[in-house]
């Protein structure tokens, strides 16, 4: 590569997925004419076609290309989402929710969980967290409202995301990135040269002959992680041992007459299965681990258990959950599944896609190509997996389940330090310990550690001693604040047909 330090003049992306679409499309937004941008995408081979279920900060990523919430909503057949409800996770016949907002409101210095924490360990409260979400409340009414900016209210206290069609997102980008000009060449990448003198990827060929050239490449082809892998071997590092699914079969169903605004993700033997109400549709999946169950029993498993009459065949993926050992090497940077994968179970992978995204235009090189740069970018990007990992494997790890012989092994699994220290504060002394740049605020540990039976030895100490408070009545008004907000809310399924109706819905 040469020494100048000009700004880079050619972007190469290799992969049309959710990844490579949503890459071209945030960079032609902020990089403009200054470079050009080129996506190889090959129809022959085809995208994942799954990811359809994503977190709040998804919002942050449309707000920042000036998308149309309506407008996405509607082309991408989508639905909105309050939170996952877990089902048999922790034992049969249990579930729990994983809202995206907070638990009950604050109404002292001390947090309101800590209060609720020591109430029900003094048995002065029953029932569970839940019933202190406003994202339950709606979920489970059916109701969907947008949040309210007033922080005196209790529907300030919620956020939400969507889930969507994955074929129908990748074409809403395209069409958004080829308008801000992009350039999209078809053809399947055979060849990858490389420069003698250092490395560096200088073009890649395709099974036309033609020879794409480019100063910095996205490696955006998927599991194969062609540029990271093929060309440049950045390595893998397994996490198998943590998180032990390794395929998943897909089918989407007939949609259902309501809309349900969450994710539903139920455990089985050997795995889980989703489901994601779309406006057209409902997708599901088993993801399972083939140690436990064959792709034929996992398949019938799966279609045994749908709500409606399946529409398509069933298709199965096989993955490796890990991380790329360097996201970025040289002038290539994985960003999507090339990066790595660690299952779809809170939705995070088109979140590290996003992330990824916005890393690299922080971190954007120019000519000169400093290795300091791919240096932060993979410390960065390290830290970022490794602390969705462990809140992963906290739903694994946490099971009381010893009815399948994969519940056998997650419960006696050894995990994690930075997660076990987590969790032995948590049981000791009902604390959430985080670092601040966590994706996973405390009302997600929360959820996910009580959701999971694990039940603090006792409060927090300062709720212990904050007596005065009147911690009861501002519960009982908590309570009913919730209910009257509710009450108020359209069905989701009526919100979106009244402002995001997609016309394949009918
Ligand atoms: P792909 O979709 O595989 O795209 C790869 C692209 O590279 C394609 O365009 C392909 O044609 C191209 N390509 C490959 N090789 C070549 C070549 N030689 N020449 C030219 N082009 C080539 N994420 C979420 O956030 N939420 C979810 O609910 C969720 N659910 C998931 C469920 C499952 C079972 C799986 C496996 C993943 C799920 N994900 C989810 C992850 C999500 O699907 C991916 O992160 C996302 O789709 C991005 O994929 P991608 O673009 O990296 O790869």
Not at 6 to 23: D, F, H, K, Q, R
Not at 98 to 110: M, R, Y
Not at 444 to 450: E, K, M, P, R
Request: glycine residues 8%; aromatic residues 10%; negative net charge.
């Amino acid at each position: 590569m040469s020494d100048q330090r000009g700004p880079l003049e050619s972007i190469v992306i290799v992969g049309g997925g959710s990844a490579g679409w949503m890459t071209a499309a945030a960079l032609a937004d902020s990089l403009g004419s200054s470079c050009t941008i080129t996506l190889i995408e090959s129809e022959a081979i085809g995208t994942v076609g799954v990811g359809e279920a994503t977190i709040p900060p998804i919002r942050n990523f449309n707000q920042r290309l000036g998308i149309d919430e309506a407008t996405f909503v509607k082309e991408t057949a989508g639905s909105y989402k309050l939170g996952i409800q877990f089902v048999d996770w922790s034992r049969l016949g249990h579930s729990y929710f994983h809202p995206f907002g907070q638990f009950g409101a604050e109404f002292d210095t001390v947090p309101f969980y800590h209060y609720w924490m020591r109430e029900s360990l003094a048995g002065r409260i029953e029932g569970p967290i839940d019933e202190f979400s406003m994202c339950w409340a709606m979920a489970k009414a059916g109701k969907f409202a947008h949040p309210q900016p007033d922080r005196r209210k209790i529907q300030s206290t919620f956020d939400y995301a969507y889930h969507f069609d994955a074929g129908l997102y990748a074409a809403f980008l395209r069409k958004f990135a080829e308008v801000r000009g992009v350039k999209r060449i078809e053809g399947r990448v055979v060849d990858v040269a490389r420069s003698g003198e250092d490395g560096f990827i200088e073009s890649v060929t395709l099974d036309s002959d033609e020879k794409v050239a480019g100063e910095f490449f996205v490696d955006c082809s998927g599991f194969r992680g062609l540029l990271i892998e093929g060309a440049l071997e950045a390595g893998y590092e397994n996490w198998q041992h943590w998180l032990p699914c390794d395929r998943a079969v897909a089918v989407p169903c007939a949609k259902q007459h309501d809309i349900t605004p969450y994710t539903r993700s139920t455990a089985k033997a050997a795995g889980w299965q989703w489901r994601i109400p779309l406006q057209h549709r409902t997708g599901n999946g088993y993801v399972h681990c083939s140690e436990y169950v064959g792709e034929d029993e996992a398949t019938e498993i799966l279609m045994s258990s749908l709500d409606g009459e399946p529409v398509g065949d069933p298709r199965m993926l096989r993955f490796v959950t890990g991380r790329r050992r360097k996201f970025w090497d040289k002038n290539c940077v994985a960003i999507g599944l090339s990066a790595g994968f660690m299952e779809p179970l809170e939705s995070t992978s088109l979140h590290l896609i996003q992330y990824g995204i916005l890393r690299l235009l922080a971190l954007m090189p120019d000519r000169e190509m400093s290795p300091l740069l791919a240096r932060e970018y993979n410390s960065q990007t390290t830290a970022e997996y490794e602390r969705i990992r462990d809140f992963l494997i906290l739903h694994y790890k946490a099971t009381t389940r010893d009815d399948a012989e994969l519940w056998r092994y997650c419960s006696a699994m050894e995990i994690p330090e930075t997660l076990q220290y987590k969790i032995d504060h948590f049981r000791n002394h009902g604390m959430i310990v985080s670092d601040e740049r966590e994706l996973f605020a405390n009302p997600s540990w929360i959820a996910v550690y009580l959701g999971q039976d694990i039940v603090p030895e006792r409060a927090p100490a300062m709720a212990q001693m904050r007596g005065q408070v009147p911690v009861a009545d501002r519960m009982r008004a908590i309570a009913q604040a919730m209910e009257d907000a509710v009450a108020e809310m359209s069905a989701h399924g009526d919100f979106l047909a009244r402002h995001c109706r997609s016309p394949i819905a009918a």
